[in-house]
């Protein structure tokens, strides 16, 4: 696979998930938020659809730059918090739900097409 792809993909899933919570703030508080968590208030919608507005803004973001083998580095490494966002939100604040960890498996996806973006990257530079 090369860089280009790789970082096209990565795109992707903030453009997926990025525009579910900007289009349907409803249904992702319904979908991926536990029972006892849930709001269906003005401000919550608008705070997840702000949330969608920004993950859309990177994921374009994504789509009209040229990532070198660096800049998949420091994406993964930016990345990792995520995970324990994840976990948190989870395991140990039951936040999220089963669906909710659509957000740990496209952070997984990422994590993964980033390391070969940087091994792609590499190559293609040398």
């Known amino acids: 696979m090369s860089a280009r792809t790789a970082q096209f993909l990565i795109a992707a899933v903030f453009l997926t998930l990025g525009g579910w919570a900007l289009f349907a703030p409803a249904s992702v508080i319904a979908l991926?938020?536990?029972?006892?968590?849930q709001d269906s208030a003005f401000l919550t919608r608008f705070a997840i659809a702000c949330f969608g507005a920004q993950a859309l803004l990177f994921g374009l973001m994504v789509?009209?730059?040229?990532?070198?083998?660096?800049?998949?580095?420091?994406?993964a490494v930016l990345l990792l918090p995520f995970f324990g966002f994840n976990y948190w939100f989870h395991y140990r604040e039951p936040v999220l739900t089963s669906i909710g960890m659509l957000d740990f498996a496209g952070n997984a996806a990422m994590l993964v097409l980033a390391a070969i973006g940087w091994r792609a990257a590499r190559a293609e530079a040398a």
């Open 32 to 37: 991926a938020i536990t029972p006892a968590y």
């Open 63 to 75: 789509l009209v730059t040229r990532w070198s083998a660096r800049s998949f580095a420091v994406f």
